[in-house]
């Protein structure tokens, strides 16, 4: 059926830049809007940012100037540069995938994805 598996995640400073890994298997990679979710102890799940196909991106306010989106097709991979980290990054980061774009993504709250991975942690200290 395919799956999502992240990496990357650590603990690191405020201030400092770590890079997030999503590499797919089992299904067509390059079809799929990808995405990245983040849940912090005691909050609700939250939209960071999402790829398309088409390579269109949409980033959710509180990430916008410091997040990245890239995606590798040849190496079924999606990355998430993350710059100038702040505490309140801290959380366990989530990729997903689903057929639709990459606004679409941003708007359902992270239900209807077709895949989740088990997640990454990304502690960041002050």
């Known amino acids: 059926q395919g799956q999502l598996v992240e990496s990357g995640g650590g603990l690191v400073q405020a201030g400092d830049s770590l890079r997030l890994s999503c590499l797919a298997s089992?299904?067509?990679?390059?079809?799929?809007?990808m995405g990245w979710f983040r849940q912090a102890p005691g909050k609700e799940r939250e939209f960071v940012v999402s790829?398309?196909?088409?390579?269109?991106?949409f980033y959710a306010d509180s990430v916008k100037g410091r997040f990245t989106i890239a995606r590798d097709n040849a190496k079924n991979t999606v990355y998430l540069q993350m710059n100038n980290l702040k505490p309140e990054d801290t959380a366990v980061y989530y990729c997903?995938?689903?057929?639709?774009?990459?606004?679409?993504?941003?708007?359902?709250?992270?239900?209807?994805?077709?895949?989740w991975g088990k997640g990454t942690l990304v502690t960041v200290s002050s």
């Open positions: 790829i398309d196909r088409r390579g269109d991106t």
């Open positions: 089992g299904r067509t990679f390059s079809s799929y809007a």
């Open positions: 997903a995938a689903d057929l639709t774009t990459a606004q679409m993504m941003s708007e359902m709250g992270g239900y209807g994805m077709d895949y």
